[in-house]
């Protein structure tokens, strides 16, 4: 994978941002000629990639920012990598793939809740970014089948609201929990 970081014009210790491809005939598309939605790669470079740390090539996003704040933080970035999942399961995503997609989430979810090493964890599993690997990877199959049952779309809206409610009863439990640290405290 490329780095599509700018370097130009940066000196040493200053934070470089994102620099975003020329828009031509052929960009937001896949192999295969059909539209990838531009809101998977922005929604994966927002959340994981959005400022690359100084001298490094590991970017830090949103996720690991809001991630900071115990429980809702986590709820706020499970929504935003829900476009991920939302638009995987429109574009009839496997549900195998679907499934790792999710795993990802909670995976990403679980490590938040270990306070400082947990979000350092986090920015380097980079759940959004593996998402948006296994989705383009999905995508860009030029032999693939489409299942466009309503059975598909019934498992896979499930599969996918599970997940997400699994990310938000773990974050409400969470915050629990701290809550209940601190009035035991005071």
């Keep these: 994978m490329t780095d599509s970081r700018s370097t130009v014009g940066a000196g040493p210790g200053e934070v470089t941002g994102p620099v975003l491809p020329p828009r031509d005939r052929g960009a937001g598309r896949t192999r295969t000629g ?27 996003g949103l996720d690991a920012v809001v991630g900071l704040v115990p429980g809702v933080g986590d709820i706020a970035g499970a929504g935003l990598s ?8 429109r574009q ?4 195998p793939v679907l499934a790792r997609m999710g795993f990802n989430l909670l995976v990403d979810a679980a490590l938040g809740y270990l306070p400082v090493v947990g979000d350092l964890a986090d920015v380097a599993h980079r759940a959004n970014r593996r998402n948006l690997a296994l989705f383009r990877q999905v995508v860009d199959d030029p032999g693939r089948a489409r299942d466009e049952s309503a059975g598909y779309l019934l498992r896979a809206g499930l599969l996918v609201a599970l997940t997400l409610l699994a990310v938000i009863a773990s974050a409400v439990f969470m915050v629990w929990l701290v809550v209940n640290g601190l009035r035991s405290l005071g």
């Design 34 to 60: 059909s539209a990838l939605p531009g809101s998977v790669g922005f929604v994966a470079l927002l959340l994981d990639d959005l400022v690359r740390i100084p001298g490094t090539r590991q970017g830090v």
């Design 82 to 89: 829900s476009v991920i999942l939302l638009e995987a399961l």
């Design 92 to 95: 009839r995503i496997p549900l």
